[in-house]
């Protein structure tokens, strides 16, 4: 797909927005990936990071990199001898929502890759659409959690509506409606509310099947844990605000996946961190070996026990 793209040099087309947190080796990845997209834009973009008060060195790479702007957002912890408030994801990505610049912003996360060419066919297939006069709010990539999943995806949420897990959204249609809901929900669910805002604003969702993204879904198992630890509130917030979304008498209300099979022959994983690419290998053996073997999985307990490792 070959588009052309005019801005004014000082306006960036797209703002990239992530936010991170103690995921120094995938942000650099992930800034790799997205470095490579604006540059395809002729440089037509800029990047935003928030981070949540890394402690792993992520701050002091970030403020040296001239080409991000970044946020220090501090999200855990104690100063001054009281805790730090903790903030919601909305809060923090808000942060960058707000300070982006383009007429697109790209949200992905810190443990993501965008194939090859993504960021471009996202916004010519944005820019087609607008240019029809149809009002698009949002238009969502596919992904797939690597390495479990095959297929690519993107997610439907209540009454069967399109969501962006990551993707693009048009930076007026996100200031009409009042960018994410920062009081409501910790971590989870926000985005399918953002999206619901838009469609229940007449700005519909739409996917891009010329664009994906790679997620690695065993970064940073600690602080994913911490995460989920408000999930079910979130969802008990969420339904009870689009309860009118659901049919009782349907399960499908509840929303789904649409699924495709594609060839990535980049291989765009292969830029995953080098270190947790061998541990993935490593773990993937194990499962594999423990599922093999019957009893196994109970004698490494037994073993650490007797402060043995197997």
Same mark, same amino acid.
């Given at each position: 797909m070959t588009n052309s793209i005019s801005v004014t040099p000082a306006t960036p087309v797209v703002s990239v927005v992530l936010g991170s947190y103690n995921r120094l080796a995938f942000l650099k990845s992930t800034v790799e990936s997205i470095r490579r997209e604006i540059d395809a834009l002729q440089g037509a973009g800029e990047i935003i990071v928030v981070d949540g008060g890394s402690t792993d060195g992520s701050i002091a790479w970030l403020t040296a990199q001239k080409d991000i702007v970044s946020i220090i957002q501090h999200n855990r912890g104690e100063w001054r001898g009281r805790q730090i408030r903790r903030r919601s994801w909305g809060y923090f990505m808000n942060l960058g929502f707000k300070a982006a610049q383009g007429k697109y912003i790209c949200m992905v996360s810190d443990d993501c890759l965008l194939h090859r060419n993504s960021l471009r066919n996202g916004i010519a297939h944005f820019e087609s659409h607008l240019a029809k006069g149809e009002k698009i709010g949002a238009v969502a990539f596919y992904w797939r959690n690597w390495p479990e999943q095959a297929q690519y995806r993107v997610g439907l949420t209540l009454g069967r509506r399109m969501f962006v897990n990551h993707g693009l959204y048009l930076n007026d249609a996100l200031t009409e409606i009042g960018y994410i809901d920062e009081e409501h929900y910790s971590f989870y669910h926000a985005d399918g509310d953002l999206c619901l805002k838009l469609w229940d604003r007449g700005w519909a969702c739409i996917d891009?099947? @010329?664009?994906?993204?790679? !997620?690695?879904?065993?970064?940073?198992? =600690?602080?994913?844990?911490?995460?989920?630890?408000?999930?079910? &509130?979130?969802?008990?917030?969420?339904?009870?605000?689009?309860?009118?979304?659901? @049919?009782?008498?349907?399960? !499908?209300?509840?929303?789904?996946?649409? =699924?495709?099979?594609?060839?990535?022959?980049?291989?765009?994983? &292969?830029?995953?961190?080098?270190?947790?690419?061998?541990?993935?290998?490593?773990?993937?053996?194990?499962?594999?070996v423990e599922r093999r073997v019957p009893g196994l999985s109970r004698l490494k307990s037994l073993a650490s026990r007797r402060g043995r490792i197997l």
């Open positions: 891009c099947t @010329d664009a994906y993204v790679e !997620h690695f879904s065993d970064a940073n198992t =600690e602080v994913r844990a911490s995460n989920l630890v408000g999930q079910n &509130r979130d969802w008990n917030v969420f339904l009870s605000r689009w309860t009118a979304l659901v @049919d009782p008498t349907n399960p !499908h209300s509840l929303g789904g996946w649409i =699924e495709r099979d594609h060839e990535d022959t980049d291989q765009t994983w &292969r830029q995953f961190p080098a270190d947790e690419l061998r541990r993935m290998k490593w773990t993937n053996w194990r499962r594999a």
